[in-house]
């Protein structure tokens, strides 16, 4: 089945393209050099100093446009002290495709008295993993 994320803050890093260039996370790995790195975006690799708001969504949208077939981006409200409040959508190119199917079927095995036995059978058959990663200390912002 293919993966199919939705994600926050940490696992946008995984598309940097030397964000774990030493290959102690993922050993092997083959990063997109196009796709940058959060230092290249806000100045310091991730967790050596505080990242503040405003420059983790530069980083966000630096990524949803170094690689649109494989991320987008979505505000879906504001805080209280008027910062964007967004999630990402990370997934293959084939899944991006589709996410509006993908969405309409996750809210279709919601409820089970509204969609049959077969038919939330047959979607679970055809739909790909998803997976929600939501941090914060202060909630959702």
Same mark, same amino acid.
């Given at each position: %089945?293919?993966? @199919? $994320?939705?994600? #926050?803050?940490?696992? #946008?890093? @995984?598309?940097? $393209?030397?964000? *774990? /260039?030493?290959? $102690? %996370?993922? +050993?092997?790995?083959? *990063?997109?050099? #196009?796709? +940058? ?22 980083? @966000? !949208? =630096?990524?949803?446009?170094?690689? +649109? !077939?494989?991320? /987008?981006? @979505?505000?879906? =409200? ?8 967004? *999630? =990402?959508?990370?997934? $293959? +190119?084939?899944? %991006? =495709?589709?996410?509006? !199917?993908?969405?309409?079927? %996750? ?9 049959? #036995? /077969? ?23």
């Amino acid at each position: %089945m293919r993966r @199919f $994320s939705c994600v #926050a803050v940490a696992a #946008a890093l @995984f598309l940097s $393209s030397s964000v *774990y /260039a030493d290959e $102690s %996370m993922w +050993p092997g790995a083959d *990063y997109d050099a #196009a796709v +940058p790195t959060i230092k290249d975006v806000v100045g310091h690799e991730s967790g050596d100093r505080v990242t503040w708001h405003h420059d983790t969504i530069r980083y @966000f !949208e =630096a990524l949803a446009d170094a690689a +649109p !077939e494989r991320l /987008a981006l @979505f505000e879906y =409200a504001e805080s209280w002290e008027g910062r964007k409040l967004i *999630y =990402a959508v990370i997934s $293959s +190119p084939d899944n %991006m =495709a589709r996410i509006d !199917e993908i969405k309409s079927n %996750m809210q279709r095995l919601v409820d089970p008295r509204r969609t049959d #036995a /077969a038919t939330a059978n047959a979607i679970i058959d055809s739909q790909p993993a998803v997976t929600w990663l939501s941090y914060g200390v202060h909630g959702n912002e």
